[in-house]
Nanobody, 118 residues
Framework: QVQLVESGGGLVQPGGSLRLSCAASRIMSSIFRLYHMAWYRQAPGQQRELVAQ???????TYEDAVKGRFTISRDNIQRTVSLQMNSLEPEDTAAYFC?????????WGKGTLVTVSA
């Protein structure tokens, strides 16, 4: 079972930037490249929501609220997926989770906390 570990969260002021990373382990890069990778977030008292997804063929989708501010990317050799977050807003405050999905599996990391506050 693939293991996902997120990093890069923290406290940032409104308008600032953060870069989240998700490292996959216990899996070969030849398999990692077949996974659809995504970032989700969950704010306190809210449901978990999809923020950005990058499929195995490189197709990318974003939640409307983050379009133009967030950029998702993946490195299949390093087995990582990143989320560059710019122009952060207090509404972006949430726990951010990495997700790996295929037709036969669906794995989650434990999350990293992002707090946007002055």
């Amino acid at each position: 079972q693939v293991q996902l570990v997120e990093s890069g969260g923290g406290l940032v002021q409104p308008g600032g930037s953060l870069r989240l990373s998700c490292a996959a382990s216990r899996i070969m890069s030849s398999i990692f490249r077949l996974y659809h990778m995504a970032w989700y977030r969950q704010a306190p008292g809210q449901q978990r929501e999809l923020v950005a997804q990058i499929t195995s063929d490189g197709s990318i989708t974003y939640e409307d609220a983050v379009k133009g501010r967030f950029t998702i990317s993946r490195d299949n050799i390093q087995r990582t997926v990143s989320l560059q977050m710019n122009s952060l807003e207090p509404e972006d405050t949430a726990a951010y989770f990495c997700n790996a999905r295929s037709s036969s599996m669906n794995s989650w990391g434990k999350g990293t906390l992002v707090t946007v506050s002055a």
